[in-house]
RNA sequence: GCCGAGGUGGCGGAAUGGCAGACGCAGUGGACUCAAAAUCCACCGAUCGCAAGGUCAUGAGGGUUCGACUCCCUCCCUCGGCACCA
């Protein structure tokens, strides 16, 4: 009963078949490997010689979960970019790759005995899939993967540099450890005193770490931000990582010693209120003292104490203030030759300035507090003018170097081999990549070393300098080695990456292709990839390798999406949208749509599950109204359509000006108007519908595509030219005059353009409904905006 | 505490000195249908009024202006970042 049923629906109203349409459109872009989105690199083709655009989205993690839809929103918002950019006949590169070394996949390779190779390609290969399906137009052929040998070879190749620059080193450090993924954590990885990826406890523990020097490139990172086109959250929280701040080292003799204490201060006009000095408990000059303390056991007492704190529990305590006094021990003030107690306490860090202070509790709420508590003297002194002030200019940051080894599997192996006569030494070009091994068990050791370390047949090599019996460095790069130049890597992929390093790096593709000039992803990355990438592209480009300074000109962050319920996705909530559900039950332009009708791309913004409805909706009424304007007439005969010219030019100034915003809300709200116009209009041309079906292609390229065809359209839309618009059609003859008295709307009149005040009143005056506003008063003034408004104040 | 972004209908949002609420979602009434879905038409901030129309309304209070969602000051709240950084 139901079948003959559904038939006659079909018939008398058709749905556009998206299933149909989105398939049939993604087999024809994929001919050739995807041929018709590849970038032209440097040559004589003509297509070589239009203007350049590197329109780079963030590459993603390949989880095992699969496409999120805030990837959706990042990648759609590029496309579109992408899409729009070579209708108006940019030569543009839009690169898609795998960011896939780390954690995740060897977690999970751990439970289920999987080689993380295999874990990764099967991600790959569904995340690829799903890319497919929403019709981005990628540039498949550059399609690169961290994890591939080829490429961390260049990854290895770049850390060398580093390490022969003196830029990479080795040091024993007090490092962040996490205990439940074993390894060592960047600074930048620790949020709140705990792993940023598992949330688990991080220790302190003294290590012999690699470690990469970005404190010299501190001032370059901070002063190259001002160039860039960049959200200025984003500049300012790399400010206030990078935290640099100018002062004074001012010394402090220990009294009858010859050991004086270093202070760090941005100010130094305070220091005759100095009234004691405070060091780090870990500050070196503690054992040195040792001899003059009276109350060691209590010292020694409180050491150990902050030792056994965990960074977490420091921050737990809040700012309840502790501490113990070196007894025995005077500084002498430099300034004035006052002899001060000396303490210990942990509110001094031993990691910034010199890990001492001079306490001025008259003007420093955290020396106040401890004053307060140890009864120690607050005194009120007059500021030092600044001709009077001692000590040596020094700046300092907060940024610290980079702590680069992980003591995991599943990343880049460190090329350098450890020779106990000739030391570090560097893999030689020729034998990268150093390979990752294939191995059994994953499991992190817990040490100071990965699982390679187990490798014996791995691990032991000969020195490359003397030849004698030496070990490979078993740690591994962090996540994040690969994606610091892998803008780099989608322009140099094409050449064989077998090879010396001089015939890689291709400089005048390099030239060619950079900056990045639009760059699109998530806000999360703004402290740690975004200033990771900034740094190796500074040094790449001390060495020769690159001619630009900054890898992005100009950045733009999705905004987060958020469950239907208001709060961020996540699978104990339940309130995760899954992007292929979307795309099976209203097709891939719906999606596309409507994520980006949403809201402002930049903004956080939660999910409607009826939302999406609007906008596939949306579409079927483009459908009807190309495919088959008579059925859509009739009951809509009485309405009078604006004048459809106009509105057109209008409406493509508008969808052109938002696209080169990213403002695509309200592009495809002017879309929408034009649709609604349309369809009142009883006749509609061809060439209205092709300049429709253009505007709405880059954001609904499926449709888009297959109404084009349908039309009689030979080419693809990527070849075809975005609309101009013409100023002179925008103009309009007429406008609303708007006519207020005392300031408040009263009437509105549609008038000639251009009419003169004098017209005007006399129209205003005349009207009826203004005529009894203006019963028994007396106009006094008369404001006159043309083309706008008049205002009679009364 | 400091820095940044915000606060507009039932909801997402538009408007950046000139008719507040475009566009969409939800809702109400109607057409079509045996019926439902789909589609189409009309309405859709609050309030007073039979109506014409009026009044109020963009977090709160003040100010500038002929005119303020928009600019300035004070305060409140929300979100994001940083946080014992000397």
């Given at each position: 009963m ?53 329109v ?5 993690y ?26 108006n ?108 990826r ?13 470690v ?20 200025e ?10 935290g ?17 204490i ?32 009276k ?42 030759n ?22 001025v ?43 680069f ?79 610091n ?63 630009d ?108 000006e938002?696209?080169?915003?990213f ?38 390229p ?19 030219e ?52 203006l ?20």
């Amino acid at each position: 009963m139901t079948i003959g049923f559904f038939c006659y629906k079909i018939e008398k109203m058709p749905a556009y078949n998206f299933k149909k349409i989105e398939g049939k459109w993604q087999k024809i872009w994929a001919k050739n490997k995807y041929k018709i989105w590849a970038a032209f690199d440097f040559s004589n083709k003509p297509q070589a010689k239009k203007l350049k655009s590197y329109v780079l989205d963030m590459f993603p993690y390949p989880s095992g979960e699969g496409l999120h839809v805030g990837h959706v929103e990042g990648y759609t918002a590029s496309d579109i970019t992408s899409r729009f950019l070579r209708m108006n006949g940019y030569n543009v590169l839009h690169p898609m790759g795998w960011d896939a070394f780390g954690l995740p996949a060897e977690n999970y390779a751990i439970k289920t005995k999987t080689h993380p190779s295999k874990v990764v390609a099967r991600n790959v290969k569904r995340f690829k899939q799903q890319l497919k399906s929403l019709g981005f137009s990628y540039d498949w052929q550059r399609e690169i993967n961290t994890t591939d040998p080829d490429y961390y070879k260049w990854t290895q190749w770049i850390f060398i540099q580093l390490f022969k620059k003196g830029l990479a080193y080795e040091a024993e450090l007090p490092v962040n450890w996490c205990v439940s993924c074993k390894t060592v954590l960047a600074n930048e990885e620790v949020v709140d005193g705990a792993c940023d990826r598992c949330q688990s406890r991080v220790e302190r523990r003294n290590l012999k770490q690699w470690v990469l020097k970005i404190t010299a490139y501190a001032d370059r990172l901070l002063e190259d931000l001002d160039r860039l086109d960049w959200p200025e959250r984003v500049k300012e929280m790399q400010r206030n990582w990078i935290g640099r701040s100018e002062g004074r080292l001012i010394s402090f003799p220990v009294d009858n010693s010859q050991y004086a204490i270093e202070v760090f201060t941005t100010k130094p006009d305070t220091i005759d209120g100095t009234t004691y000095v405070v060091l780090a408990p870990e500050h070196p000059a503690i054992p040195y003292l040792k001899a003059k303390i009276k109350n060691w056991q209590e010292v020694a007492g409180y050491i150990a104490d902050t030792e056994n704190k965990s960074e977490r529990d420091r921050i737990a305590e809040a700012r309840e203030k502790t501490g113990v006094e070196l007894k025995g021990v005077k500084a002498v003030n430099p300034y004035n030759n006052e002899k001060i107690s000396v303490w210990i306490s942990d509110y001094v860090l031993i990691h910034y300035g010199t890990g001492a202070i001079m306490a001025v509790p008259r003007h420093d709420e955290r020396d106040k507090e401890f004053a307060t508590k140890f009864n120690l003297p607050i005194k009120d002194v007059p500021f030092v003018p600044k001709e009077k002030w001692i000590g040596e200019k020094k700046i300092n940051y907060k940024l610290r170097d980079w702590i680069f080894s992980r003591q995991r599997y599943w990343g880049e192996p460190i090329p350098i081999i450890k020779c106990v006569k000739c030391g570090n030494i560097p893999v030689p070009e020729e034998d990268l990549p150093i390979e990752l091994p294939k191995i059994k068990k994953y499991e992190p050791t817990g040490k100071a070393e990965s699982p390679l370390a187990a490798i014996k047949k791995w691990v032991n090599v000969k020195c490359p300098q003397c030849k004698g019996p030496a070990k490979r460095e078993t740690n591994t790069m962090p996540q994040w080695a690969g994606s610091n130049w892998y803008h780099l890597a989608y322009l140099l992929g094409s050449q064989k990456s077998k090879g010396k390093s001089q015939n890689y790096w291709n400089k005048k593709i390099l030239d060619h292709w950079l900056p990045v000039d639009i760059y699109v992803g998530g806000v999360e990355h703004a402290v740690l990839h975004l200033l990771y990438a900034r740094f190796w592209h500074k040094f790449l480009y001390d060495i020769g390798v690159v001619s630009d300074k900054e890898p992005f000109t100009k950045l733009v962050n999705q905004g987060l999406i958020l469950g239907p319920d208001g709060q961020k996705m996540s699978k104990s909530r339940g309130n995760v949208v899954n992007p292929d559900d979307m795309v099976k039950s209203f097709g891939a332009d719906s999606l596309r749509l409507y994520e980006m009708f949403m809201g402002p791309l930049e903004d956080p913004k939660p999910w409607d599950p009826r939302g999406i409805i609007g906008l596939h909706r949306f579409l079927n009424k483009v459908w009807n109204l190309i495919i088959d304007r008579n059925q859509m007439k009739d009951s809509r005969q009485s309405k009078i359509p604006l004048n459809l010219d106009r509105l057109i030019h209008q409406t493509i100034k508008k969808v052109t000006e938002d696209i080169q915003n990213f403002r695509f809300n309200t592009a495809i709200s002017a879309l929408m108007i034009l649709v609604n116009e349309m369809e009142k209009a009883s006749q509609l041309p061809i060439a209205k519908r092709q300049l429709l079906i253009k505007l709405l292609s880059p954001f609904a390229p499926h449709i888009a595509q297959e109404l084009w065809q349908k039309l009689g359209g030979k080419n693809l839309l990527d070849f075809e030219e975005w609309p101009k618009w013409d100023e002179k059609m925008i103009q309009e003859e007429e406008f609303d005059l708007i006519i207020q008295v005392n300031g408040k709307f009263r009437a509105a009149l549609r008038v000639k353009k251009e009419i003169s005040e004098s017209e005007a009143k006399k129209l205003a005056l005349n009207n009826e409904t203004i005529k009894k506003w203006l019963i028994g008063k007396e106009i006094k003034k008369v404001i006159f905006v043309p083309n706008r408004l008049i205002n009679l104040i009364v």
